[in-house]
């Protein structure tokens, strides 16, 4: 079963505003991840948060992690068109990874 | 540069015929694991291997074999293949170690068809 779910699944904006996307989860974690994929490529790891940290930054990406509510969010901030990809969110443990069904973001020029 | 690759990128075969999907990485890393995935449902685990001859089920393991015999590789085998194995499969690893920060390193696909 799916342990990280992103919401939306979907998400189309205008090149400049930010984007938001969303990621449940239902088991206890020790991170969760948030990796980009172009189009049929593999992933890209952006940013790992851990179960005790409640925010982290890289760049224009914002995670914020809340673990009472099993949900996580990332932000990108003056988003381009080259910021057109899928996005994933991934819980790991120490055995494996779990990814959910993505949100696909189009930004338009 | 490290590298995860991925043979074939693209392969279109028919029902029954035995293929296998290679992936090599020049990282030194502990833990591969392959994934496929499907419109609308994400990636999904098929196997994975913790390290040499250490290999273990993820979600969707039927149909699909695994061998660690080198640490460097971790062949996906089809014995079998069926339709609903069409699909883009990847291959991912990191390590174990403390040296870890629980990141995969993917390589770029194979996507498979099998009519």
């Known amino acids: 079963s799916q342990q990280g779910e992103e919401d939306p699944q979907a998400l189309s904006i205008q090149e400049g505003e930010n984007a938001t996307m969303n990621c449940s989860y239902k088991t206890s974690i020790n991170n969760l991840q948030w990796y980009r994929q172009n189009s049929g490529r593999g992933l890209v790891h952006l940013i790992l948060i851990r179960s005790n940290e409640r925010e982290k930054h890289s760049g224009r990406l914002r995670v914020t992690l809340d673990t009472s509510k099993k949900s996580s969010s990332l932000l990108i901030t003056a988003s381009r068109a080259a910021d057109t990809a899928s996005y994933f969110c991934a819980r790991g443990n120490n055995n494996d990874m779990r990814f959910g069904a993505g949100t696909r973001l189009t930004v338009k020029p | 540069e490290a590298q995860v690759t991925q043979n074939p990128r693209y392969l279109i075969t028919v029902t029954g015929k035995k293929l296998t999907v290679t992936c090599s990485q020049n990282m030194n890393h502990e833990y591969m694991s392959w994934y496929r995935q499907d419109p609308g449902l994400g990636l999904r685990q098929i196997y994975y291997?913790?390290?040499?001859?250490?290999?273990d089920k993820g979600d969707v393991p039927e149909g699909y074999k695994v061998s660690r015999k080198e640490k460097r590789n971790f062949p996906l085998i089809l014995e079998s293949p069926s339709p609903n194995q069409t699909s883009l499969y990847f291959c991912a690893t990191r390590p174990t170690s403390g040296r870890s920060t629980g990141e995969l390193f993917f390589g770029e696909g194979s996507r498979l068809t099998v009519l």
């Open positions: 291997s913790m390290n040499v001859e250490v290999t």
